[in-house]
């Protein structure tokens, strides 16, 4: 219990630092599956899509894959359970690629600056050996004193730093977690199935030995899985062909199509073909490439923490007051950045 209600304050902890006040902050605990889809309608969040409008997503936040949905779940109809989750994963998947959209833009106006021939700052070299390293961009000792080595760096972190379709996001989360019930997804927020090495992360009940020590990334938040799944993408060479694909688009001016950058996932899975098939099913049949074209609302961001019952509910509230009131929030900021 502890263990999560603490999860939930450093989301929102974090979230508010440099805008608005932690304690102005809207905090939802919802007890129960009843509770929680009352709480979607009274929010504009919940029943048919107009396919004619335009998606208007709610900043919300959840901040745990309850174990429990793997039971609530199983007795609800099939497209209640896939709109549920549908509802609550796409607003991660809109505040990951605004996170790119606003690292993209501080790369261009990098490019711009050394273009121009204005040297840059210290502090926008420190950031650029970040992006360097997690995007896996090979650079030698001292590639800051070349100016053509900073010009190649900024060219490739500008084609693999990219947002990925939240349609694409939705079906891989759904596929790979079966909507949240995995046992992944249930005992580590993992929404995307991917692998780690190295004796961290959860172990498969039949690990492949010709595959060595293979786990599943587990994370303390459900937002961690989407972000580090889009670092994947944006990253490891296995989805080249996803990001030649993405930067074809985009020197044609097209839209980023899920169904069309499904293609450049055969590498996603041992499936290959097979895997994209199933996937680009998935899309389709439930149209999640209207999701394509989201936006988020003029709003504040929501935090959600979810209670199996009212008493526990009433106890997560109480916590929550006494974490704001001893401070223990500043102590867990630095854990953790929404920004």
């Known amino acids: 219990m502890k263990y999560t209600i603490v999860k939930f304050v450093l989301l929102l902890s974090v979230a508010c630092t440099g805008s608005a006040s932690l304690y102005a902050a809207e905090v939802v605990v919802v007890s129960g599956l009843g509770e929680a889809i009352s709480w979607l309608e009274k929010e504009h969040w919940w029943g048919e899509v107009n396919r004619a409008e335009e998606m208007r997503v709610p900043k919300i936040v959840i901040t745990q894959i309850s174990p429990r949905w793997r039971n609530t779940s199983s007795t609800l109809p099939v497209s209640e359970k896939k709109e549920i989750f549908y509802r609550l994963i796409l607003p991660l998947v809109l505040h990951a690629n605004t996170m790119i959209m606003d690292r993209r833009e501080r790369l261009k106006q990098i490019s711009a600056q050394v273009s121009s021939g204005v040297s840059l700052s210290e502090d926008d070299f420190i950031w650029l050996e970040r992006v360097v390293k997690i995007l ?42 079966g909507y949240g019930t995995s046992r992944f997804a249930g005992e580590g927020n993992a929404l995307f199935g991917q692998w780690t090495f190295g004796g961290e992360g959860l172990v498969p009940e039949q690990q492949r030995e010709h595959l060595g020590d293979h786990r599943i990334a587990s994370y303390r938040w459900p937002f961690d899985s989407v972000r580090a799944y889009m670092i994947n993408l944006n990253s490891h060479p296995a989805y080249e062909g996803f990001r030649e694909i993405r930067s074809q688009l985009r020197a044609n001016g097209e839209p980023l199509s899920s169904l069309i950058l499904a293609d450049g996932l055969t590498s996603y899975s041992e499936r290959g073909q097979a895997y994209v098939d199933t996937l680009k099913g998935i899309i389709r049949v439930n149209k999640l490439d209207i999701a394509d074209a989201a936006v988020f609302r003029n709003e504040a961001m929501k935090f959600v923490v979810g209670a199996g019952s009212q008493e526990e509910a009433a106890e997560v509230r109480q916590r929550l007051d006494k974490l704001r009131m001893d401070g223990e929030l500043s102590r867990i900021i630095s854990d953790m950045s929404l920004e």
């Open 136 to 177: 896996r961009i090979p650079a030698g000792a001292g590639w800051e004193e070349s100016l053509t080595e900073v010009h190649r760096i900024l060219e490739q972190a500008l084609y693999k730093l990219d947002i990925v379709p939240a349609g694409l996001a939705l079906g891989q989360a759904a596929y790979e977690s």
